[in-house]
């Protein structure tokens, strides 16, 4: 009996401390597309992922949101022939979160008494670059950061968000880019 006791006391310690309500926060601010403006024709892309995970899920799901948003764009990627002149390079960065905060190590061993909050700075930037047949036409680079609060009181909030966030802000972020403007050469 004191062994289950044990074993649930250190589940209820593990659940604790890696539940918590996260907040994403995007550098630059990512605006809303307009619904009247048009995005650009983008004819060809080209996409790479910097990840400390083999095959990261991230990564694969944020190439599938690319092929939603520009449907029609060909994937130049592992072509060995120069690409187009209108072209859109993708390139994703994730950081390895490093695991739990020392301060939520704290909450998860005084059973979500003791609150704490950590914040990662960085843990994902989409770089974003728009050529076209003069050369560079426009540039861009979103810093994706996450601050985690963990509390016994964020345990519902945190069953009940089930968002892949960093995915949203990725779909997001590619839509405010791909908004029409003129380039900047």
């Not at 910097?50 to 949101?65: C, E, I, Q």
């Amino acid at each position: 009996m004191g062994h289950l006791s044990a074993i649930s006391l250190i589940a209820i310690s593990l659940a604790i401390t890696c539940t918590g309500c996260t907040s994403y926060t995007s550098t630059p601010t990512i605006n809303e597309p307009a619904e009247t403006k048009t995005k650009e024709t983008i004819s060809s892309f080209t996409y790479e992922i910097d990840s400390p995970w083999k095959g990261s899920r991230f990564g694969s799901d944020a190439y599938k949101a690319t092929q939603k948003i520009i449907p029609n764009a060909q994937d130049n990627t592992s072509k060995l022939t120069a690409p187009p002149l209108s072209t859109l390079e993708i390139k994703l960065s994730e950081s390895s979160s490093g695991g739990a905060c020392t301060q939520e190590y704290l909450t998860g061993l005084s059973l979500g008494l003791i609150p704490s909050w950590c914040t990662r700075p960085e843990l994902f930037t989409f770089h974003f670059r728009l050529s076209n047949d003069h050369g560079l036409c426009r540039q861009k680079t979103y810093s994706i950061s996450s601050t985690t609060f963990s509390h016994l009181t964020a345990i519902p909030f945190a069953i009940v968000d089930t968002d892949n966030k960093p995915l949203t802000l990725y779909q997001a972020a590619l839509e405010d880019f791909l908004q029409k403007d003129r380039c900047e050469t």
